[in-house]
């Protein structure tokens, strides 16, 4: 089925390792979203990617790399992982103008542990 | 996320009405989106709302817009257990020719029996 998949749901890492965090969607949608979910501060962005080859910062960025190299695929590192970047990530994607109609789609979340 | 503002908590018996309130920032904001969260899910879009309306009904769930004072609501009729979950208010901002969504902190919704 046709949809936006994250991997792994769950993983726990120690502090200074590399770490990547997967998204893949299949609607061949051009916007896709990386962002944190922390209690108290809600969903803040990370990056974001227009299409292939096209990335932004969002309001978080620090501790992040991201790289679109194909339209499905939009992984997210965290290069050197610390304490602080434990959270719930969640991809987003829409299309060009489907965020007018049918907003944004969410992944079911991968929840990252740093210890 | 902190642009548009919610409450964090709200707690209602099963079958009264519900509402969440919602201060959003950019008057310029084209869309604004209501994203239920259940436990352990990811964020599931529930309504939106064009700028240019001041009101939209779909089943138990009424949306109020007061573009004025940037105040957006979510109205949920005769609340169920079922709706016991996390509602994210979210506005779209313009930057740089792309669309942007900016979410508040999330209102979580307890429904007592």
């Known amino acids: 089925d046709a949809g936006i998949t994250q991997s792994p749901r769950y993983k726990i890492t120690e502090t200074g390792r590399q770490v990547t965090l997967m998204c893949h969607q299949t609607?061949?949608?051009?916007?896709m979203f990386w962002y944190r979910q922390d209690l108290g501060h809600g969903l803040r962005l990370i990056y974001y990617?227009?299409?292939?080859?096209?990335?932004d910062k969002g309001e978080v960025p620090d501790g992040y790399v991201v790289s679109r190299s194909k339209t499905e695929n939009f992984p997210l590192t965290l290069e050197s992982a610390t304490r602080s970047q434990t959270s719930v990530y969640f991809c987003?994607?829409?299309?060009?103008?489907?965020?007018?109609?049918?907003?944004?789609?969410f992944g079911s979340g991968t929840r990252l542990t740093v210890v | 996320g902190e642009d548009v503002e919610q409450s964090l908590f709200l707690s209602v018996r099963e079958g009264d009405s519900s509402v969440i309130n919602c201060t959003y920032t950019?008057?310029?904001?084209?869309?604004l989106y209501w994203y239920k969260q259940e436990p352990g899910a990811g964020l599931q879009l529930l309504t939106y709302?064009?700028?240019?309306?001041d009101m939209k009904q779909d089943q138990r769930l009424t949306v109020l817009l007061n573009k004025k004072d940037k105040h957006l609501s979510l109205r949920i009729a005769d609340t169920q257990t079922g709706d016991s979950a996390i509602y994210f208010c979210?506005?779209?901002?313009?930057?740089?020719?792309?669309?942007?969504?900016?979410f508040g902190r999330g209102t979580s919704l307890i429904v007592h029996p």
């Open positions: 609607w061949s949608h051009s916007y």
């Open positions: 987003a994607s829409t299309s060009d103008r489907g965020w007018a109609s049918y907003g944004y789609t």
């Open positions: 990617s227009a299409a292939a080859d096209i990335t």
């Open positions: 979210a506005e779209i901002k313009a930057s740089g020719g792309s669309y942007i969504p900016t």
């Open positions: 950019d008057s310029s904001s084209t869309y």
């Open positions: 709302i064009f700028s240019n309306m």
